[in-house]
């Protein structure tokens, strides 16, 4: 039981799908476009997650290895048919607003990403809260979101606009409660002229239409990541774990294993995430954010340097250079993950001072807070002083790494 | 027959210049965002979609037509389809290898990304729910897959240009480009009055 509560939180708050990991971007932008939207793709979803979590964690030891992913994704689209169906039977008038939105839940990264990562390998019980905590973290972003949109873009909240509340318009509605909290019998200048001003401001409030519109979707997208860099920004400063954050589903949402494809990556994968290497450990060399001219061209000699070894050495020979190439990178990866913890312990004794002084500001600080001291049973482990300053060489590598990680994310 | 056409050209600029794939109706936003650093790889991926989605909207349009509608099995849609399309990539793959060399080097590696693409699976559901015929299905998949590679390309472009400039540390990185789309997003509403 205390291991389902778990999987709850790690889906809300801690992995949020949406605010932490970036995933399931397509239905996010699509349909947010109001609060009730939002809420009904967000309890869609999360059934087919549930449901689906459910089903493969109960045959996670029929299916055969080698076609495991069609295997899921015939059971996550029969899941999907059936809520279709009943959507369209039951609340047809969301059925219509959703769309082929909802058809599209298969092809939803989220749900393809907890099979592979969790249900496959979990027991029954604990998978179906996992999808559970995951559906309900998607379905909170996108209320919430929507909720934004809905409000900036249209003036209202659910559909409900001002005349239906009190008869007043939501504007004045605020500006009410303003007066009030600040002092509902004062008659003196002061509030007046708050009252006049706010009045005058919010009175002439006319919705931003753009931001129900497709605009909108990607300028509030965008305000989301940017305020996650900064938070990553901040947690990388106090040595927290800050990996997952924006870990995304990089263009590929079938060999999304737990959220981070820089573990798992494919061919073509590789191929890609090599170029951006490149790019970024030259840009470092410079010590600049913008990449210099040079860059691009090596980027594009590295292109050349990789068909003229396809016409070489034909493709499988190929397949395999670029293996061993990335494999090196590989290890570096998983010997950091594994002592990932190890080193966060290690910045933890030196910094703990300074992490017990770090004030809460935010919820989103809170996660990382919370993802640090499960780390902090760690500190046990004893280092010798030559163990702990290799360790700190290893924390600049996974740095560097790890920019490079966010590199490819894009 | 003049009719027949000008109701093509219409569907044809209406899905790939009006209501464009990314940018109206966000699908296929991952590859859109992921592989378009340069406008080199962003061309060779606009260019896999555009021959997935065209065939694939064929296959699923042959499929809806002489099998799930006689047998009366058209709630099936959605399972069928992404079955259909998942094994028409690995095929499209196996035989570019095999037989087309030269097209397979400059596709093939981005021919897995594409498997789960939800614009693929959008294509199909969309020619299905709105009634299209064979013919109008392909030209349909067609246009929507040249939208997506015209927005790839110009969002590539642009973000080739974008890394030389000096942009606020928050911004740096994904909500810069998520940005762009969003102006993008905003000069295709322009379209809107085409037809």
Known sequence: ?410 | MSDYIVQLIVIALGSSLVSNVVLSQFLGLCPFLGVSKSVKTAAGMGGAVIFVITLASLVAGLLYGFVLEPLGITFLKTIVFILVIAALVQFVELFLKKYMKSLYKALGVFLPLITTNCAVLGVAITNVNLEYDLLTSVVNGFATSVGFAIAIIILAGIREKIAFNDIPKPFQGMPIVLVTAGLMAIAFCGFAGLI
């Open chain 1, 1 to 410: 039981m205390k291991q389902c509560m778990e999987r709850l939180y790690n889906g809300i708050i801690k992995e949020n799908p949406t605010f932490v990991l970036m995933l399931g971007m397509c239905p996010t932008l699509a349909v947010s476009t109001s609060a009730i939207n939002g809420l009904g793709m967000g309890l869609s979803t999360m059934v087919v997650l549930a449901l689906s979590n459910l089903m493969i964690s109960a045959m996670r030891k029929i299916i055969p290895d080698k076609v495991r992913i069609p295997a899921y994704i015939v059971i996550i689209a029969t899941f999907v048919t059936l809520v279709e169906l009943l959507l369209h039977a039951y609340v047809p008038a969301l059925h219509e607003s959703l769309g082929i939105y909802i058809s599209l839940i298969v092809v939803n990264c989220i749900i393809l990403g907890r099979a592979e990562s969790y249900a496959s390998k979990n027991k029954m019980m604990p998978s179906l809260f996992d999808g559970i905590g995951m559906g309900l973290g998607f379905t909170l972003a996108l209320t919430l979101i929507g909720l934004v949109r809905e409000f900036l873009g249209a003036g209202t909240v659910f559909g409900i606009s001002g005349p239906d509340l009190y008869g007043a318009s939501l504007p004045e509605l605020i500006v009410g409660l303003i007066n009030q909290w600040l002092d509902p019998n004062s008659t003196s200048e002061a509030v007046q002229l708050w009252n006049r001003i706010l009045t005058d401001e919010i009175s002439s409030f006319s919705p931003m239409g753009i931001m129900v519109m497709a605009p909108g979707a990607f300028f509030i997208l965008a305000i989301l990541t940017a305020i996650q860099n900064v938070i990553k920004e901040k947690g990388k400063k106090a040595g927290k774990d800050v990996s997952k954050i924006q870990s995304g589903c990089n263009s590929d949402c079938i060999n999304c294993k737990d959220s981070s494809c820089a573990k798992y990556p494919t061919d073509a994968e590789k191929v890609i995430s090599e170029e951006s290497d490149n790019l970024q450990v030259n840009g470092l060399i410079d010590e600049g954010a913008r990449l210099p001219v040079e860059v691009v061209k090596d980027e594009d000699k590295q292109l050349q340097d990789d068909e003229k070894q396809e016409e070489n050495n034909g493709l499988q020979d190929d397949e395999k250079k670029k293996e061993s190439n990335s494999l090196p990178v590989d290890e570096i990866n998983e010997e950091s993950d594994a002592e990932l913890n190890e080193e966060t312990a290690v910045e933890e004794v030196s910094d703990e001072i300074n992490s017990k002084e770090t004030v809460i500001e935010s919820e989103d600080n809170n996660i990382l807070e919370d993802s640090m001291e499960e780390s902090k049973p760690e500190k046990k482990h004893k280092m010798t002083l030559l163990e702990a300053t290799q360790e700190i060489d290893i924390v600049e590598l996974e740095e560097l790494l790890g920019e490079e990680e966010d590199d490819t994310d894009e």
